[in-house]
């Protein structure tokens, strides 16, 4: 190690003792450190301790801490806020606070070695430190706790003083960028006055920065860029980055009709593209823009999976070839939790994607608010410390330090394959969106703002030693610019109606839309029995040379006992539905918390070897050309979980991706995601989406939290065949709705309803020939019922059909015909028609659900269904969704199930009946 470095280090004990034996007798000592000592001997400084002690400390330590004072704190110290004066922080780095003074200044040190500038003064030091640490640009990354990133970054950043150096030919190509970017944003002021653009003014060296994201990431290896980010900017970025034609967005300024009558659309600064590009340097690039909701951040985790599933299926699990790049708002950086979600994500084995580069558009507002009443931290981006991710804040106006500084970023992120945060101190010029004042609420700030020129004036104004372009070749760098915007412009006139171009298209060849015929009957999903036999056998076998925890051999020996009788259980049906399409070449992932087990303990897809920490996947056993299989278990997150799987399966549709909640009633904490992707992304942005959510649902007296999925929430959202929502009853119908997922030719979201008590119920089982017979059954009829005898016909959906029947048996009612309706969205009408064809002798029609009458599905029938008038039994309206009384509880379900059944008072003439519980003066509605 070299002497200096000791110096450098926490603990001084070792140099410490070694200086001093060379103070008691320098021959004590090698003769290298005795030379390395001798150095100091001209500049010490004597202190006293408070037992009057003397000590001496080299001037040279203190050098050092000086150092390593601007590589901690220099970043408090830059000139990177183009229109405020930075907040003052003490102590500062003058000299007076390491204990130096004026007179050492002109003293030589050694220190300057640790810079790589040799034997040096102590003012050619403090310069060289000043240029590096506090000019442009002010990064954060001492604090990484790996020793081989902290020195790659001195490495990289001392020995130039951090300081850009272009050529200026590639002045010129920077110049060019920020052009394309300022002119856009005035070109917009001019032909759409008052009209919301949410421009990009104040940090229009975005462009450039994205440009060299893309054009040195190209060099660097990266094939695929996917970025995801809000509307600031992003009209700027999806004409002059992703090279979508001027025509159509200056079109789409004028809120033209759709093509397409069945498309609700969504405003222009949401919209998703895809497009290839090729470099500079003749590379093939593929670039991503996701679309994106008003709800800043939520893209993010959105992005993130469309890009681990490009890893995984096109890129062959390389993650240098694939790029994931966001752009955050300083206020939505540091006040949206599902940031922290997101870093928590970037090195997990199932949602790691190589390293994420996050720009910072930061206008330091948010909206109105002031960014110190924004976040108690210092920084916009000081959550990415959480996860040791270097930061840079670079001042927006200096566009050559911005580019540099992506380059810097580009290189760490191909090295490292790790996060990285560039923060660009802007301003917004406007407010929050062109019609806005924003003088009501900074009135201070933005006379400063008036006042400032933007970056492409500033870049522009160099002293003439530093000039890189005429004047002509300005002009016609300009020129160039507007006249293809106006070219744009004219040519948007022509367009009658409107279209959004397609989004990730070449992923979804041979997909077509749904028709509403569609929904009539579902495809045939079964398997043939030898192959349903084969790959159950695969299933249910251990490796030979692995010992296995006792109950482990035994649930595998129950399974494959399963296969001898005939009688498969939910947890047998579901991984035979993957192994199926597994052994089809169809991938499969499955994440959520606790998923590889199971809530309930049910699924056990991961078989932990014992005595340690090895994992044995049964389904990455099927056969030889399988395809490809994975299940995670994920961090406690559902908001940023759910949205990296939706991104996942938006990139593939051949493949079934599905996402499970620990308990159904936790989804609520990803509700953003259901309510702008899940259920709407099709009607605003044009695509397909086949994602599956399987939410536990059941009551089973476990109170509130874990019994409803908030079926009714779903069940509120669909509309125009967005989502399918289903509520199996048999191993067999949820094995072939997975399958149908596969089989139709196209894509719906599938939201599951999964049961927990029916996962041991006896009754809960289906022999192989459902299996291997026909496919989903949207609606299934009593088949112990006679239509001759029926007059009460019972509908229901889930684990009350269960209850139902039990005590129907008891009661010995042949009267009562229990239907199942298994799909409640698309709701199948001609099918439930003709079950009430069939019980044409029914006087008596109700509708049973465990939920309260104001929950569950009872709403969505009665809209959806009116061939008959329909009853319903349920529990009464209430704010909370169950009871905490395991004892009340049972008497509302059997109340329930009596009520069903027709055992009840009749109170009124016109039909309605209830049923009281003295005791608890409860009633069932």
């Known amino acids: 190690m070299d002497k200096f470095n000791y110096l450098n280090q926490p603990d001084n004990s070792f140099i410490d003792g070694l200086y001093e034996q060379y103070k008691q007798d320098s021959q004590l000592v090698d003769e290298s450190w005795r030379k390395f000592f001798e150095g100091f001997e001209f500049c010490q400084t004597s202190f006293k301790t408070d037992a009057g002690e003397s000590f001496v400390v080299p001037n040279e330590f203190k050098v050092i801490n000086l150092i390593n004072g601007y590589r901690t704190r220099g970043h408090l110290f830059t000139k990177t806020n183009p229109v405020r004066t930075r907040r003052q922080y003490l102590p500062t780095l003058d000299i007076e606070n390491f204990s130096l003074s004026s007179e050492d200044l002109a003293k030589t040190y050694q220190a300057g070695k640790e810079l790589g500038i040799g034997n040096a003064k102590l003012s050619e030091i403090i310069s060289h430190l000043q240029k590096t640490y506090c000019q442009s640009i002010g990064v954060e990354y001492f604090y990484i706790r790996h020793p081989e990133i902290v020195e790659w970054f001195k490495a990289k950043m001392e020995a130039d003083c951090n300081t850009p150096r272009f050529s200026k030919d590639e002045k010129k190509e920077i110049l060019k960028k920020l052009a394309e970017g300022v002119l856009f944003e005035k070109f917009i002021h001019k032909k759409f006055p008052g009209q919301k653009s949410f421009s990009l003014e104040g940090v229009e060296s975005l462009i450039p920065a994205l440009e060299t994201v893309i054009q040195h990431g190209a060099e660097l290896g990266i094939e695929d860029f996917v970025i995801g980010m809000a509307h600031r900017g992003r009209l700027n970025v999806l004409g002059n980055i992703m090279h979508k034609p001027f025509t159509q967005i200056f079109s789409e300024f004028e809120g033209k009709e759709y093509e397409d009558e069945d ?39 959105v992005v993130e999976g469309i890009a681990r599933a490009k890893i995984d299926h096109i890129y062959n699990n390389d993650n240098g070839k694939v790029a994931p790049v966001l752009v955050h708002g300083d206020a939505s950086i540091s006040g949206q939790g599902i940031i922290y979600e997101l870093i928590q994500m970037s090195e997990l084995e199932g949602y790691k994607t190589g390293g994420t580069i996050h720009i910072v558009v930061n206008n330091q507002i948010g909206f109105t608010t002031n960014y110190l009443d924004g976040r108690s931290s210092v920084y916009c981006t000081d959550v990415a410390k959480t996860i040791q991710s270097p930061i840079f804040h670079v001042n927006a106006d200096d566009v050559e330090a911005v580019v540099y500084t992506v380059k810097l970023a580009m290189e760490f992120r191909a090295k490292f394959r790790k996060d990285i945060f560039i923060d660009l101190l802007g301003y917004r010029k406007y407010g929050h969106n062109e019609s806005d004042e924003p003088r009501f609420t900074q009135p201070i700030l933005y006379k400063i703002i008036e006042q400032h020129p933007d970056p492409l004036e500033i870049y522009l104004n160099k002293p003439e030693d530093e000039a890189f372009a005429d004047s002509n070749e300005i002009s016609q760098i300009k020129s160039a610019i507007n006249n293809k915007l106006e070219e744009g412009f004219e040519e948007a006139k022509t367009i009658v109606k409107g279209d959004i171009m397609p989004f990730l298209g070449d992923r979804w060849t041979g997909m077509r839309k749904a028709t509403p015929g569609d929904f009539l009957h579902s495809p045939t999903t079964a398997i043939s029995e030898e192959t349903f036999m084969a790959i159950g056998r695969k299933l249910t076998t251990l490796p030979e040379g692995k010992t296995f ?377």
Not at 264 to 292: E, F, M, W
Not at 705 to 710: K, P, Q, T
Request: proline share 4%; glycine share 8%.
């Open 549 to 925: 925890f006792r109950k482990i051999v035994k649930m595998q020996e129950d399974r494959r006992n399963m296969l001898e009788t005939g009688k498969l259980d939910w947890a047998m049906g579901e991984l035979m539905a993957y192994g199926s399409l597994l052994s089809e070449g169809r991938p499969v992932r499955i994440s959520g918390q606790d998923c590889q087990r199971g809530t309930f303990s049910h699924r056990h897809a991961a078989l932990t070897v014992e005595d340690s920490e090895e994992k044995y996947f049964p389904l990455e056993h099927i056969s030889g050309d399988q395809g490809r299989f994975n299940i995670y278990n994920s961090l406690l997150s559902e908001y940023g979980v759910l949205g990296f799987d939706y991104g996942y399966a938006f990139t593939t549709p051949q493949g079934l991706t599905v996402w499970e909640a620990q308990f159904g009633d936790f989804s609520n904490g990803a509700q953003i995601v259901i309510d702008q992707y899940l259920s709407s992304a099709e009607d605003k942005w044009k695509v397909m989406n086949g994602l599956v959510l399987l939410l536990p649902h059941g009551f089973e007296g476990q109170g509130p939290e874990h019994s409803s999925a908030r079926l009714e929430r779903f069940l509120s959202l669909c509309g125009h065949h967005n989502i399918i929502i289903v509520n199996c009853t048999t191993p067999a119908n949820f094995f072939h709705v997975l399958r149908r997922q596969l089989y139709w030719h196209f894509r719906k979201p599938l939201v599951v309803f999964t049961p927990k008590s029916l996962l041991r119920h006896p009754r809960c089982v289906s022999s192989v020939s459902d299996f291997t017979n026909g496919g989903f059954s949207e609606v299934i009829d009593d088949a112990k019922a006679d239509p001759a005898k029926v007059d009460r016909l019972v509908f229901c959906s889930g684990k009350v059909w269960y209850d139902i029947i039990e005590e129907r048996e008891k009661l010995q009612r042949d009267n009562v015909a229990v239907v199942r309706v298994e799909q409640l969205y698309p709701l199948p009408v001609n099918q439930l028609n003709d079950v009430i064809r069939k019980y044409s002798g029914a006087k008596h029609y109700e509708w049973v659900q465990e939920e309260p009458v104001n929950m569950g599905a009872w709403k969505s029938i009665l809209i959806n269904f009116n061939t008959v008038k329909l009853h319903h039994v349920a529990r009464p309206a209430s704010g909370s969704p169950a009871t905490g009384s395991s004892r009340l509880h049972k008497i509302q379900q059997k109340l329930i199930v009596e009520k069903a059944l027709g055992k009840c008072t009749c109170e009124h003439a016109n039909g309605s009946c209830r049923l009281h519980c003295a005791e608890h003066e409860f009633q069932i509605v």
């Open 263 to 301: 498309l609700l659309g969504d405003v222009k600064y949401h919209l998703g593209y895809s497009n290839d590009i090729t470099t500079q340097s003749g590379k093939k690039a593929r670039l991503t823009l996701a679309p994106n909701p008003s709800h800043l951040e939520t893209v993010d985790p």
